[in-house]
Nanobody, 124 residues
Framework: QVQLVESGGGLVQTGGSLNLSCLVS????????MGWFRQAPGKEREGVSC?????????YDADSVKGRFTISEDYTKNTMYLLMTNLQPEEPAIYYC????????????????WGQGTQVTVSS
């Protein structure tokens, strides 16, 4: 049974940082491309970042997070990360990790397993 479990969310002040983790069990991290999504109340789900596990190593970051968020992976721990810096008041949301297909338009949401999400709150 494939499971993805996020952790690392919480409350941070504007301009602060958080490092989210996504532990994959029941599958290898490199079985599929991997990505992060977020959804705020009343807003559409947004693909934030993703990476391809193909040899091309393609990576995608949404324009809204470029230069501030960094997606990474540790295959020895079967874990993916999202380091978020300089968080802004408009970015509180539930952040989800998922198996995906990483494209130049962002991670595909309709591809694989998802985690349960972790809440990120930004105080001003």
């Amino acid at each position: 049974q494939v499971q993805l479990v996020e952790s690392g969310g919480g409350l941070v002040q504007t301009g602060g940082s958080l490092n989210l983790s996504c532990l994959v069990s029941g599958a290898r991290l490199d079985d599929y491309d991997m990505g992060w999504f977020r959804q705020a109340p009343g807003k559409e789900r947004e693909g934030v970042s993703c990476f391809s596990t193909d040899s091309d190593g393609f990576r995608y970051d949404a324009d809204s997070v470029k230069g501030r968020f960094t997606i990474s992976e540790d295959y020895t721990k079967n874990t993916m990360y999202l380091l978020m810096t300089n968080l802004q008041p408009e970015e509180p949301a539930i952040y989800y990790c998922a198996q995906t297909y990483c494209t130049r338009r962002g991670p595909r949401p309709d591809f694989g397993h998802w985690g349960q999400g972790t809440q990120v709150t930004v105080s001003s």
